[in-house]
């Protein structure tokens, strides 16, 4: 499989979903607790991920075996009539 396919491979399964980061790494502390969203996998292979919560709205590189698949709910918003 070439570099491209493998990249290819880990944007289709990475993109959109909703992650946490493995805190016990040291460099990966600032993120404890916050949820974020990937927002694409460059050619590195790194996720690009965006933080919830946070007034920085960078996107930061994080290998993807530091990442956990999370289930976020989404508020729906009642309509009044």
């Given amino acids: 499989m070439s ?3 493998q ?3 880990l944007q289709r399964e990475w993109t959109d979903q909703f992650v946490q980061v493995d ?3 040291a460099e990966l502390k600032r993120f404890a ?3 974020g969203q990937v927002k694409t996998v460059n050619m590195s292979g790194q996720a690009l991920v965006e933080f919830d ?3 920085d709205i960078g ?3 994080i ?3 530091f990442l956990t698949v999370i289930e976020v ?3 729906v918003e009642a309509e009044t009539k």
């Fill in 53 to 55: 919560g946070s007034e």
């Fill in 73 to 75: 709910e989404e508020e």
């Fill in 23 to 25: 805190d016990s790494i």
């Fill in 3 to 5: 570099l491209f396919d």
């Fill in 7 to 9: 990249v290819d491979s």
């Fill in 59 to 61: 996107w930061y590189d």
């Fill in 63 to 65: 290998h993807p075996q």
């Fill in 33 to 35: 607790g916050l949820t």
